[in-house]
């Protein structure tokens, strides 16, 4: 890619967004993005992107559709200019667990979401952690796929945590957990969870010895918090000695941050895909960024560089 590379962002996110140009040591491309007098959204370019390598920065978190439909405009902005190429950088990739439909008349939202992405001139997407690794083929573009598990693993082993049983909350986050697992040493557990309504889990049963050891409870999200503190009570049950928690992406929708201060669990580490809710307890927090990574793989797209080997 011979262009210039450009880097935009719009309001989802802003301190990661800084973050990340400092680790790219270069400004952030000038762009108004706000919103007309009466309510629709407002974006313009200060800058020429004709023949730029164009990155744009977007995490989908609340207000989500705000912020989806920024993304799509700064996007459509971009194409219109005449920007080479366009890569939406979208931390966390809201809709996911909305992949497929679980009864009758439901929407698979996360391809619409994927669709209007493309449809809006995206020609590539930077993400991590996306909930279900299918979802990648819900684009018809190229997807690089970052994984946060060798971050948490580094993260947790330096604050001391060590030798431990990783513990999946559930079936679908396994692949995920082994791999955090591998980079930490220790053993695997898997809890079999339902969801008998919406928002709402039930831990049913858990394979694995955790009796006097550390355990950590390795998850893609978490939202409610139901899941993460239903595995911990469970944990404490089976008589895990100590319980810690490690995820990718902090939502903590309603009261998630209130349920983790009164769970048995000691220590969450999350990545600062999203950014943390303005209140809310957070003396168990441990929030490791994601900028040195989406930093070095911008760096990597824009210069034609293996993504893969990042996590060999
Ligand atoms: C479920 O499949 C996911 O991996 C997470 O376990 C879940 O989305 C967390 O949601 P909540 O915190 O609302 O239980």
Same mark, same amino acid.
């Given at each position: 890619?011979?262009?210039?590379?450009?880097?935009?962002?719009?309001?989802?996110?802003?301190?990661?967004?800084?973050?990340?140009?400092?680790?790219?040591?270069?400004?952030?491309?000038?762009?108004?993005?706000? +919103?007309?007098?009466?309510? /629709?959204?407002?974006?313009?370019?200060?800058?020429?992107?004709?023949?730029?390598?164009?990155?744009?920065?977007?995490? $989908?978190?609340?207000?989500?559709?705000?912020? $989806?439909?920024?993304?799509?405009?700064?996007?459509?902005?971009?194409?219109?200019?005449?920007?080479?190429?366009?890569?939406?950088?979208?931390?966390?990739?809201?809709?996911?667990?909305?992949?497929?439909?679980?009864?009758?008349?439901? !929407?698979?939202?996360?391809?619409?979401?994927?669709?209007?992405?493309?449809?809006?001139?995206?020609?590539?997407?930077? +993400?991590?952690?996306?909930?279900?690794?299918?979802?990648?083929?819900?684009?018809?573009?190229?997807?690089?796929?970052?994984?946060?598990?060798?971050?948490?693993?580094?993260?947790?082993? =330096?604050?001391?945590? /060590?030798?431990?049983?990783?513990?999946?909350?559930?079936?679908?986050?396994?692949?995920? +957990?082994?791999?955090?697992?591998?980079?930490?040493?220790?053993?695997?557990?898997?809890?079999?969870? =339902?969801? !008998?309504?919406?928002?709402?889990?039930?831990?049913?049963?858990?394979?694995?010895?955790?009796?006097?050891? +550390?355990?950590?409870?390795?998850?893609?999200?978490?939202?409610?918090?139901? &899941?993460?503190?239903?595995?911990?009570?469970?944990?404490?049950?089976?008589?895990?000695?100590?319980?810690?928690?490690?995820?990718?992406?902090?939502?903590?929708?309603?009261?998630?941050?209130?349920?983790?201060?009164?769970?048995?669990?000691?220590?969450?580490?999350?990545?600062?895909?999203?950014? $943390?809710?303005?209140?809310?307890?957070?003396?168990?927090?441990?929030?490791?960024?994601?900028?040195?990574?989406?930093?070095?793989?911008?760096?990597?797209?824009?210069?034609?560089?293996?993504?893969?080997? $990042?996590? &060999?």
């Amino acid at each position: 890619m011979d262009g210039r590379l450009q880097v935009f962002a719009g309001n989802s996110h802003p301190s990661l967004a800084a973050s990340i140009m400092a680790e790219l040591e270069a400004p952030l491309g000038r762009a108004m993005v706000g +919103t007309w007098k009466n309510g /629709e959204t407002r974006v313009k370019l200060d800058e020429n992107v004709r023949g730029s390598d164009v990155f744009v920065i977007q995490a $989908l978190c609340d207000p989500i559709n705000h912020h $989806l439909v920024e993304l799509l405009l700064i996007i459509d902005a971009l194409r219109r200019a005449s920007a080479a190429r366009i890569t939406a950088v979208i931390p966390y990739f809201a809709y996911a667990k909305q992949e497929k439909k679980t009864s009758g008349r439901e !929407p698979i939202s996360a391809k619409l979401v994927a669709n209007l992405i493309c449809t809006a001139g995206a020609q590539r997407i930077l +993400t991590i952690d996306l909930h279900a690794p299918a979802i990648e083929g819900f684009f018809d573009i190229p997807v690089d796929h970052l994984r946060a598990a060798p971050l948490l693993a580094r993260h947790a082993r =330096r604050a001391g945590i /060590e030798s431990i049983v990783a513990v999946s909350p559930d079936a679908g986050g396994v692949a995920r +957990t082994e791999e955090f697992r591998v980079r930490i040493g220790g053993s695997l557990a898997i809890i079999s969870k =339902r969801h !008998p309504g919406p928002d709402v889990s039930e831990a049913l049963e858990m394979v694995g010895d955790v009796e006097g050891r +550390t355990a950590v409870i390795v998850d893609d999200m978490i939202s409610t918090g139901g &899941t993460l503190t239903l595995a911990a009570e469970l944990l404490r049950e089976r008589g895990a000695e100590s319980i810690h928690a490690c995820a990718t992406h902090g939502i903590f929708a309603a009261d998630a941050l209130e349920k983790i201060d009164r769970s048995p669990i000691e220590r969450v580490f999350v990545t600062d895909t999203l950014p $943390l809710p303005a209140a809310g307890p957070r003396a168990k927090l441990g929030v490791v960024s994601v900028a040195p990574l989406l930093a070095e793989a911008i760096m990597r797209i824009h210069k034609d560089l293996s993504i893969s080997a $990042l996590f &060999t």
